[in-house]
């Protein structure tokens, strides 16, 4: 009986053990899938970008990215618009690094810091639109048009950036035509400068008299701007589209590419960080000087491709201020531009333009890449 005894307590103990394994196994294996559950959680919210609230976190990251980077090259802007729409007080700066800094020197000299940053105000109502929708229209274009890796193509990637650029600039032009006309003018009255007084003037411009319209060959007779109304905002409007094409999708393309490289195992142990990401599905962060170098390469890249449209726009929306009233078409005006300064005359001020947009670029992607982090996208 003893024995018998011992024998069932001997029969019930690697019972026990054996429950107990499985019971540890089954624990281990819940732990695991939890954890695998909460990956994949991870990254589906990473993955899904069409949900309310992956929008508006991103929207909100682009529009301060773009306000940061604007604040940083706001007295650079300044000087740039003067240089590009050939402001006559300050023709005579051009070409040159050290105009540039006689320039600002002036401006300080006259108003003082706040006539570097004029204008400033209607930069950052225009630009947290501008940036929050181009990122955001980015975004979501591009999760529709690479919807996987196999998917991944540079014109993918150009498309889905001129999209985001063309949707942003349609929506936000009218404020970028009165920042523009802020920064360009010169006058210390006051009342003539201040937002309201711009607006009214854009608004109401209207061409001269048609006694004053000299007479010549009717192919060529230049289009007069209407008397009135909101359409004098889009001053300058079709040569923005055909720029935005080229900036906008060599910008993303560019900075996509670079990451891509900066990326690469050879690399990536000297360039990028764990330690920032929350989604561990998600591919690992630059560090900050390698997504300014990012950021920087693409402002350069892009720059270069859609300078001479920049100039042809600025011209056209500052036509009424120096011209003759006459609303140029984009081809009257770059053929302007040529007959007045030659093929130099699309360049004027790209020296200045590399020493903002790359800046300003880079600051936009690394304040747009970490405010998704810190916002959870």
């Known amino acids: 009986m003893p024995h018998a005894s011992d ?17 540890k196994a089954k624990s281990q294996s819940s732990i695991a899938a939890s954890a695998m559950t909460a990956k994949e959680g991870g990254s589906q919210r990473h993955r899904n970008k069409q949900n309310f609230d992956y929008v508006w976190r991103s929207g909100l990251a682009g529009g301060l990215a773009g306000c940061a980077a604007k604040t940083v090259v706001g007295p650079l802007d300044r000087v740039k618009i003067l240089f590009q729409a050939s402001n006559p007080q300050f023709a005579k700066y051009t070409g040159t690094w050290f ?15 706040r006539g ?54 349609f929506l936000t032009y009218p404020l970028e035509m009165i920042r523009v006309r ?9 009342q003539r400068s201040s937002l309201s007084r711009i607006c009214s003037q854009i608004y109401h411009e209207q061409p001269p008299r048609s006694a004053a319209v000299p007479t010549i060959p009717l192919a060529n007779t230049p289009i007069p701007a209407p008397r009135t109304g909101l359409v004098n905002f889009y001053r300058g409007f079709s040569p923005t589209l055909a720029g935005m094409l080229p900036y906008a999708g060599m910008s993303f393309l ?26 561990p599905s998600a591919p690992p962060m ?4 390698a997504e300014f170098l990012a950021g920087g390469v ?16 600025r011209r056209m929306q500052v036509g009424a201020v120096v011209g003759d009233g006459h609303r140029l078409n984009m081809t009257e005006t770059a053929g302007r531009i040529w007959r007045e300064r030659g093929w130099r005359g699309y360049w004027v001020g ?24 810190v916002l959870g996208v």
Request: zero cysteines; charged letters at 20%; aromatic letters at 10%.
């Open 350 to 373: 790209l020296g200045i333009g590399y020493f903002k947009v790359v800046p300003m670029v880079a600051v936009s992607f690394f304040v747009y890449e970490r405010m998704k982090i």
């Open 298 to 313: 693409a402002g350069l890249i892009s720059q270069t491709a859609a300078y001479p449209l920049e100039i042809i726009r």
């Open 254 to 279: 560019t900075h996509d590419t670079a990451v891509d490289l900066l990326r690469l195992s050879a690399v990536a142990p000297y360039t990028t960080t764990k330690s920032l990401n929350k989604d």
């Open 116 to 169: 570097l940053f004029r204008g400033h105000s209607a930069t950052l109502l225009r630009i947290f639109p501008y940036a929050s929708t181009k990122f955001l229209t980015y975004e979501q274009v591009r999760s529709i048009l690479i919807p996987t890796p196999a998917h991944e193509t540079w014109w993918r990637r150009i498309l889905s950036g001129s999209i985001a650029g063309v949707t942003s600039v």
């Open 99 to 113: 105009g540039v800094v006689t320039a600002m020197r002036d401006i300080n000299r006259q108003d003082g810091l």
């Open 182 to 190: 802020l920064a360009f003018e010169t006058s210390k009255n006051s």
């Open 7 to 23: 024998g069932h307590a001997g029969a019930l103990e690697p019972s026990s053990m054996d429950l107990g394994g499985r019971s």
């Open 286 to 289: 630059l560090k900050y000087w």
